[in-house]
């Protein structure tokens, strides 16, 4: 019998109460099935176990239920943010950064202020407009916003040198939202805008172009994306849908708990890895320059990437992709 992915959805959620309880299982979410380490292009009920061994009949985990396939993934995942949090000292061995004329996405953005005495460095994932018709940079929270003494009107900059700005201003913070925390908290997102001020800019993204739009991410799909430190990656949206994922974001906010989080691994034909910290607030397009993702954080092991689903952040900011230099 052939299911949509709303009807594995509803028997997910049916079966999940009863199986959360067995024993070793931490999660459980909808994505490929592997088989011999290697993704298949299967969808299944996808359960996470601390540890595979023999276990009494109402612990096993049936081998499909309602005829749709299941998967028992030995893994305890730790996940923390794609952002880079450098000393002055640091700073200076590790990264020199360039300033970008016009702005576009892919590049270096964080506030101009220090916090706990370092800088905050992540990515501009892209020129977005907002319904009033302000030109903005769209980031993660915990990258333009960071901490809780974050304000509208922090000063943004790129690239990020604390002894820069204002030399190095971009703009100013517009708005941020956490999920759960900050803002309008029923959108399941990590995301800011800053609106841009006296720096020109551009719809390109280096290797990928200009964006051509929002859709909502897929199961299976090859998507691709440019980070502040890894550049032009590769991956596929392996799962995500359904899931729990507990981040620790510290600096008085503390441990937030993402569901349906997009989960991409590398395509390993170009690249080892998906993301590294500094990757935050990347886009990630589909085959069709379609936007579909917000990178936000990945496994410490970075095997997994995590991204926000586009569509909640563009309803969150009501932004639509910024399509200037036509």
Avoid at 43 to 60: L, M, Q, T
Avoid at 129 to 155: P, R
Avoid at 251 to 269: C, E, L, P, Q, Y
Avoid at 285 to 300: D, I, K, R
Wanted: proline share 3%; with cysteine; net charge negative.
């Amino acid at each position: 019998m052939a299911y949509n992915l709303n009807e594995i959805v509803q028997i997910k959620r049916e079966i999940e109460k009863e199986w959360s309880k067995k024993l070793n299982v931490n999660n459980i979410d909808i994505g490929l099935k592997y088989v011999g380490g290697k993704l298949t292009d299967r969808i299944a009920i996808r359960v996470y176990v601390d540890k595979k061994e023999n276990v009494s009949p109402k612990d096993e985990i049936p081998s499909s239920v309602s005829g749709i396939p299941t998967d028992v993934i030995e893994k305890i995942e730790t996940f923390e943010l794609r952002v880079l949090e450098m000393s002055e000292e640091q700073t200076r061995i590790s990264e020199m950064g360039q300033r970008f004329d016009p702005l576009c996405g892919g590049i270096q953005i964080g506030p101009c202020r220090k916090v706990n005495g370092n800088s905050i460095r992540g990515t501009l994932g892209a020129i977005v407009q907002t319904q009033e018709g302000k030109l903005c940079a769209l980031s993660n929270f915990h990258v333009l916003c960071v901490d809780t003494d974050w304000k509208i009107e922090d000063a943004v900059a790129q690239p990020v040198d604390i002894a820069g700005c204002p030399t190095n201003m971009a703009g100013n913070l517009l708005s941020g939202t956490l999920y759960g925390k900050f803002g309008k908290t029923e959108r399941v997102v990590d995301a800011a805008i800053a609106e841009i001020k006296d720096r020109n800019v551009t719809s390109n993204i280096p290797g990928i172009g200009k964006i051509t739009g929002f859709a909502s991410p897929e199961i299976g799909s090859r998507v691709r994306k440019v980070g502040m430190v890894t550049g032009l990656t590769y991956g596929k949206v392996e799962g995500g849908l359904e899931n729990m994922s507990v981040i620790p974001y510290g600096h008085g906010i503390g441990d937030v708990t993402f569901k349906n989080s997009i989960r991409i691994t590398a395509d390993k034909d170009h690249n080892e890895i998906f993301s590294r910290n500094g990757d935050s607030g990347a886009i990630i397009v589909n085959e069709h320059n379609q936007a579909v993702g917000l990178l936000f954080a990945g496994t410490t092991d970075n095997s997994i990437t995590l991204a926000n689903d586009i569509q909640e952040v563009k309803q969150t900011f009501q932004i639509t992709m910024y399509g200037g230099d036509e």
